[in-house]
């Protein structure tokens, strides 16, 4: 029953500092986050960094289903700290699209950090930041 109550107190800590790092431009980097692969907390890590840039369309996207949109500057990244349950994001570049899921347990194995890259080639995916795999490539059909 304690332990139950501090991971929910942690995740209610963790969700209100994502919201503020979220809000605060200049605050948080991923770089400044340090993680565990210490699945017993049952948090995920997912960053989702612009790599457009300022001369390209603006680039908004929705977090699983949430109705408000954010704005990705470029060159910035949205950190958001999440239980393990799936989570999806529906973005939009211009009159483009993409849809995918920011965390999928069935594909993500026991990774805590997650890492995606948007840029005007597509949506690439990375467990260490470092290498990087296309997921995703923008559709102009189907946009919701």
């Known amino acids: 029953m304690c332990t139950s ?4 107190a942690l995740l209610l ?3 209100m500092w994502s919201s503020f790092a979220n ?3 200049t605050c ?4 400044m986050i340090h993680y565990s692969n210490n699945t017993e907390m049952k948090i995920v890590v997912i ?6 840039s300022h001369s390209d369309p603006p680039l908004f996207y929705f977090f699983n289903n949430e109705e408000t949109q954010t704005y990705l500057e470029p060159g910035k990244s949205f950190v ?8 999806i994001i529906l973005m939009y570049w211009d009159v483009l699209c993409a849809i995918f899921y920011a965390y999928d347990p069935s594909s993500e194995g026991d990774h805590q950090r997650i ?5 005007p080639e597509g949506v690439f995916h990375s467990w260490d930041n470092k290498s990087w795999e296309k997921r995703k490539s923008w559709n102009s059909n189907n946009c919701l």
């Open 5 to 8: 109550i501090h991971v929910v």
């Open 13 to 15: 800590v963790l969700t």
């Open 23 to 25: 809000s605060c431009e």
């Open 28 to 31: 948080l980097t991923p770089s």
């Open 47 to 52: 960053t989702i960094t612009s790599g457009m």
């Open 80 to 87: 958001k700290f999440t239980n393990f349950d799936r989570k």
């Open 115 to 119: 890492y995606w890259l948007v840029n």
